[in-house]
């Protein structure tokens, strides 16, 4: 027994991460498609041991895929989903467009997972933004514990979050660098190399950038609407792996005691003493890590009940593929039955 499944855009950094998952993880799969733009058919990518030829989403007929795996970008997306969805399959989809529609759930398997349940109202689950994604798993166990009032979040977040051209930009960009060469920009508004940029998606009427927008809507549609959210967004030159320092206050006492020991019973989690021999943890230290993880948690003293934490997660897994594929995991578990 197994399900059909079709990862839609799987020559991108997220479709590759969703193939490699779901080989690892050991879905139960009858038959993987890889589906991707016209330019894209005949080029193969793995599967295991296998490689798959990248047929023409454009052109294909949904009928008798049971799953999708959508991260082909929100405008292809917003054409394609609607229509597989239509077709019969559920479509779990990584753009930023079906996020905020009421009747999508937004996932993420160690927060709400009961939300999967009102996948049926448009055969859609939305996965979240890679920011958020780490930083409401690190929330919600001091949510349960003690009821969070409000958040700051400042984010640090890798090239690899705006794609292959966010990679490559930075390493060219760092390779010019080096040889005296003029620093071309495209991908990013300013030059990445060696830099920070304070601008994460386009600026909004309120002076938000949209992915500021995204942490706080998101947040509250997962965790709970009542959370007040103040997200600052930063591009900076890593590779891969977004890393928060995220400040919580909270309506209940709670000590850092409390939190870790919250964390270290939590699923997707690990926590790190500053006492260990790894003190905290870095981006480049977890990349290819399915975990969210966690560090230098300290007293909060200018507010009543607050605390301070260090969040890190690889955006390419956790942050995307592997939530996509977890999602799928509950849907088959609880609400799907595959095919003899």
């Known amino acids: 027994m197994g399900y059909k499944i079709a990862v839609v855009g799987a020559t991108g950094n997220v479709g590759h991460e969703m193939l490699t998952i779901v080989h690892d993880r050991q879905f139960p799969v009858s038959d993987v498609i890889a589906l991707a733009s016209e330019r894209s058919v005949g ?5 295991g041991d296998d490689n798959l030829k ?36 559920v479509v779990i989809d990584n753009t930023s467009h079906f996020r905020m529609d009421p009747d999508v759930p937004l996932v ?40 969070i009032k409000r958040v700051v979040v400042s984010t640090y977040q890798s090239v690899s979050g705006a794609g292959k051209s966010g990679m490559d930009e930075l390493f060219n960009q760092s390779r010019k660098f080096f040889m005296n060469d003029d620093v071309e920009k ?37 965790l709970d609407p009542m959370i007040k959210v103040c997200a600052n967004c930063v591009r900076v030159p890593v590779f891969i792996g977004h890393s928060e320092m995220v400040n919580v206050e909270f309506e209940k006492p709670i000590s850092p005691k409390d939190a870790m020991k919250a964390w270290k019973h939590a699923p997707g989690v690990t926590v790190i003493d500053l006492d260990s021999d790894m003190g905290f943890v870095t981006p480049a ?12 948690v300290r007293r909060d003293d200018t507010v009543e009940h607050g605390l301070n934490f260090w969040c890190v997660s690889d955006n390419l897994r956790k942050g995307a593929a592997l939530n996509a594929v977890q999602i799928a995991e509950v849907l088959v578990k609880d609400y799907m039955k595959a095919a003899a």
């Open 108 to 147: 993420v398997p160690e927060v709400n997972p009961q939300d999967i349940s009102w996948h049926t109202k448009k055969n859609i689950i939305a996965n979240p933004n890679c920011s958020t994604i780490q930083m409401v798993v690190a929330l919600k166990p001091l949510h349960d514990l003690a009821t």
């Open 43 to 47: 080029r193969e990518v793995s599967f």
């Open 186 to 222: 495209e991908t990013f508004s300013k030059q990445i190399a060696f830099n920070i940029i304070p601008q994460i998606d386009k600026f909004m009427d309120d002076d938000r950038t949209k992915e500021e927008w995204k942490m706080t809507v998101e947040t509250q549609k997962i």
């Open 54 to 89: 990248v047929q023409d989403l454009a052109k294909f007929d949904f009928k008798g895929v049971d799953i999708v795996l959508s991260s082909p970008g929100a405008k292809v997306s917003a054409e394609f989903s609607p229509k597989a969805a239509a077709a019969g399959a």
């Open 285 to 296: 230290e977890i990349a290819g890590e399915d975990d969210v993880y966690i560090s230098r």
